[in-house]
């Protein structure tokens, strides 16, 4: 996935941002983690070309399977927007409601992040918002954001602070999941 990908820069910036507080033998082993995941990351770009003629075979099948492909940002909205009137109710809600309105609250929180995290994690955030919203039919946003980019990173601090808050995030999650779960079982899921 690109997701994995985007861990480089975001321990290349860690490492940079905490230069002055971690040893020498500490950069080196984030520096050598980072490079190591490049090499993986080479090594997968090298497969796809020697299988498949093509450095970017995977997007092909992103694209083959789920209708996605890489686009200029916030191209999704547009086509949210576009496929309205041809939705059900249900694929409106699935499809393009929530999808859009968990990015929304996603970009609304990411500077939040900013003040609140690490360089580690905030630059992990914010290059994934990027990706997010560099596609041209968004898909997956609310299971992606509940479970780690901005949203559960945002709350984290407000979820740790009792376990009455915990509950309520995690029903929360396990409603939205259910409901999911549910429309993927009767094949309502992404038409």
């Known amino acids: 996935r690109l997701n994995g990908m985007l861990l480089i820069p975001a321990l290349v910036v860690h490492a940079w941002v ?23 990351w080479f090594v997968y770009l090298c497969m ?6 093509n450095w970017t075979y995977f997007l092909a099948q992103t694209s083959k399977q789920w209708g996605i492909n890489l686009a200029l940002p916030f191209t999704g909205v547009w086509t949210a927007i576009q496929m309205w009137g041809g939705r059900s109710a249900e694929e409106k809600i699935t499809i393009i409601i929530m999808e859009v309105g ?5 970009l609304a929180l990411t500077p939040l992040l900013a ?13 994934n918002m990027l990706l997010f919203v560099s596609m041209d039919f968004w898909l997956s946003r609310p299971r992606y954001l509940l479970t780690l980019f901005p ?25 939205l999941f259910g ?8 094949a309502q899921w992404a038409h």
């Open 151 to 175: 949203l559960f990173i945002a709350v984290a601090p407000w979820i740790s602070r009792g376990p009455l808050r915990l509950a309520l995030y995690l029903f929360g999650s396990a409603a």
């Open 115 to 127: 003040r609140r995290s690490r360089a580690l994690e905030f630059t992990y955030v914010a290059l």
């Open 179 to 186: 409901i999911y779960w549910a429309l993927y079982l009767n």
């Open 48 to 53: 796809n070309r020697y299988l498949y003629d």
């Open 102 to 106: 968990f990015t929304l609250v996603a």
């Open 18 to 40: 905490n230069r002055k507080t971690l040893s020498r033998r500490q950069l080196k082993g984030i520096l050598g983690i980072a490079a190591a995941m490049s090499g993986g």
